[in-house]
């Protein structure tokens, strides 16, 4: 509490400070289903599609996607690490944590709760930025979960199959952590984007999915091939780039749809951070400027 | 039928005066505040003050803009012009020593009670020490720990209020807080009302049940159309009761009554006399008109409810005599 005084003669209350708020958006992150759902979904993902099914299809001595048996072995070694927990995050795990991106702040809207946490007194950037660390700390322990988890299950088929375990190093595990946390918060954050500018869950989700899901992948696809305006346009795409930067950290051929180094790694990351931090300065912009009627 | 008010006589003797009471300073002040929203006008000039410790009606009908004021007093909403200070500065800055309940609970569905009241502590830099003592003065404290989703629309209501005050609030702002409730729900959020207003809180209410702000705030502003149409005590909103008297000679009573209250406050309407009096008066009336051998066949009071003012001014006709009002409402009976 501030010693300040006011006009009125009463002692000056604050609001709670910035780790005060992280702390509260934490306890209804964590209490909220949808939020384990989506993020829990797509490590699961990841595994079975990185490692389960190809490891099965190993085991039953066929190929898998022309590959193979012993080289589909070598796809699900420690030494590929990196790329095996990431590999989805460009493509369906992207549309799952833009759509918890939307739920965190559309939902807001609906439930009326914005106005209700506003009326506690917070700046609206405090309030915007509470949500956006503590959104992060969340994918944070994301991504450092589907890590492990794939780093658990790469052992056990190493081990398995006496197998050489060779782990990544240091460095790349850390490129790779903090790669793989660049690309979940551009995706969770443009969700909030989205969630703000249409003051909803249901639009917000619905034209995020598209996008990711559908529009760029038209562009990529289709329309760069045949268009030059648009082989130049992909370069700034927020998947496309994500695809790159994971190909990039990957360090090797990774077959997961969406992850296809159009653009090199460094000049990813760059476009990512542009999209993360143009994405929170709307979405701030917004959610000050905009009356909550 | 009713016909109009016969002034009778003319006015006598000095005016009454009213002992003069010390104004408490002013927590809420609005100067010409306005909303626009486009071509709209939702809250037009509206320039009204609300003093320390007082229960403030804010009353209106649908899309008056009391709403839309609440909100701009709260920073949620931007005036396009004119200003407002809460609690000594601008409106929005001041948030921090307010609680509101805006336009119903807005609350996690998925949280339990207690969970969004801590995330709201959290909020406003509020300990969670407050949590308990909020649950337990709305009555909440044995559901606590279930789902705002599974809460019934009072028990929602008072969890709001429950947030409204997590504060300590000195200056409490309450939004049609009985809206959508069955009578149940309503007795339990008057009951609250009452402790609030007993507490001594500077209470803002914006409410549909004029009953309960007849009987529980000190002032009324009423709007509509977003403006204001008057700021009152309650009592001089309502003004002075009407006694009906069925007396015979009508001439002697008229001038008893004269002599008695003043030509102001004596009509004479459909062959009875009509006198502004308060109830502590209908028996003096009686005695000096018995006194004076004149024949009391009937005596009743007939005071104006605020619902009736507020029917009056709403519908346009702010100016009506105050005994119009009756007659009004059986026009609109009879539609």
């Known amino acids: 509490m501030s010693a300040a005084t006011a006009v009125a003669g009463l002692p000056v209350r604050t609001s709670g400070s910035l780790p005060s708020i992280v702390r509260a958006e934490l306890l209804k ?26 490891y099965i299809s190993y085991r039953r001595g ?25 590999s989805g995050l460009p493509l369906f795990g992207g549309a799952l944590l833009l759509t918890l991106g939307a739920l965190l702040a559309g939902s807001e809207y609906g439930w009326g709760t914005l106005k209700t946490l506003l009326a506690q007194g917070p700046r609206r950037t405090t309030v915007l930025a509470g949500q956006v660390l503590a959104l992060l700390t969340v994918l944070a322990g994301t991504v450092a979960f589907s890590l492990a988890l794939t780093a658990g299950a790469s052992a056990l088929i190493a081990g398995a199959e006496g197998a050489p375990a060779d782990w990544p190093g240091l460095g790349e595990l850390a490129r790779g952590f903090g790669g793989g946390l660049l690309v979940a918060a551009t995706w969770g954050v443009l969700g909030m984007l989205l969630g703000t500018a249409l003051r909803g869950t249901a639009l917000a989700i619905g034209l995020g999915l598209v996008w990711v899901l559908a529009v760029e992948s038209l562009v990529v696809n289709v329309a760069a091939p045949l268009l030059e305006v648009f082989d130049t346009l992909q370069r700034a795409l927020p998947g496309v780039n994500a695809g790159s930067l994971v190909a990039a950290l990957a360090g090797g051929t990774v077959r997961t749809p969406g992850v296809v180094a159009v653009v090199d790694g460094a000049q990813a990351a760059w476009v990512l951070g542009a999209f993360l931090a143009g994405a929170i300065a709307l979405t701030g912009l917004l959610l000050v400027r905009r009356d909550l009627s | 039928m009713t016909t109009a008010p016969e002034t009778v006589g003319r006015p006598t003797g000095p005016a009454p005066t009213v002992p003069a009471t010390p104004v408490a300073e002013p927590v809420v002040v609005t100067d ?16 009204l003050e609300v003093r320390r410790g007082e229960v403030f009606g804010f009353l209106g009908p649908n899309g008056a803009g009391k709403t839309t004021t609440l909100r701009m007093l709260l920073g949620l909403v931007r005036p396009t012009s004119g200003s407002a200070t809460v609690l000594g500065r601008p409106a929005g800055t001041s948030v921090a020593e307010v609680g509101a309940l805006v336009e119903g609970p807005g609350l996690y569905p998925y949280l339990s009670g207690r969970d969004n ?57 309450l939004d049609e807080p009985t809206n959508g409730l069955d009578p149940a729900g309503i007795s339990e959020v008057r ?5 609030l207003a007993g507490e001594g809180r500077t209470v803002v209410l914006s409410s549909h049940l004029l009953g309960e702000v007849e009987h529980l705030c000190d002032r009324v502003a009423v709007v509509a159309s977003g403006r204001l149409l008057v700021e009152s005590t309650v009592e001089d909103l309502r003004g002075l009761g009407r006694l009906v008297v069925d007396a015979r000679p009508l001439d002697t009573a008229a001038a008893v009554a004269v002599r008695l209250l ?6 004479v309407v459909d062959g009875a006399l009509h006198l502004q009096t308060s109830p502590g008066e209908t028996a003096a009336v009686n005695r000096a008109l018995v006194l004076a051998d004149v024949d009391v066949t009937g005596l009743r009071q007939e005071a104006r409810t605020l619902e009736e003012v507020f029917l009056q001014l709403t519908d346009g006709d702010a100016d009506l005599p105050p005994d119009a009002a009756p007659a009004r409402r059986t026009r609109r009976g009879d539609r």
């Open chain 2, 191 to 195: 009951g609250l009302l009452r402790r």
């Open chain 2, 117 to 173: 009241l801590r995330v709201l502590a959290r909020y406003a830099g509020v300990g969670a020490g407050r949590i308990d003592a909020v649950l337990d003065t709305v009555d909440l404290t044995d559901r606590a720990g279930d789902r705002f989703g599974t809460y019934s629309l009072g028990m929602k209501q008072r969890l709001g209020i429950a947030a409204a005050l997590l504060k300590d609030p000195a200056l409490v702002v």
């Open chain 1, 62 to 86: 066929s190929s898998f996607e022309g590959i193979p048996p012993e080289q589909v072995l070598a796809t699900t070694l420690p030494d590929r690490l990196v790329g095996n927990a990431l």
């Open chain 2, 262 to 267: 003043g030509p102001d406050r004596v009509s």
């Open chain 1, 29 to 54: 992150l964590g209490r909220r289903p949808a939020t384990w759902v989506l993020l829990g979904l797509w490590p699961a993902l990841q595994l079975v599609f990185s490692l389960l099914i190809p």
């Open chain 2, 32 to 47: 010409r505040l306005t909303k626009r929203y486009g071509k709209r006008t939702v809250v037009d000039a509206l320039s």
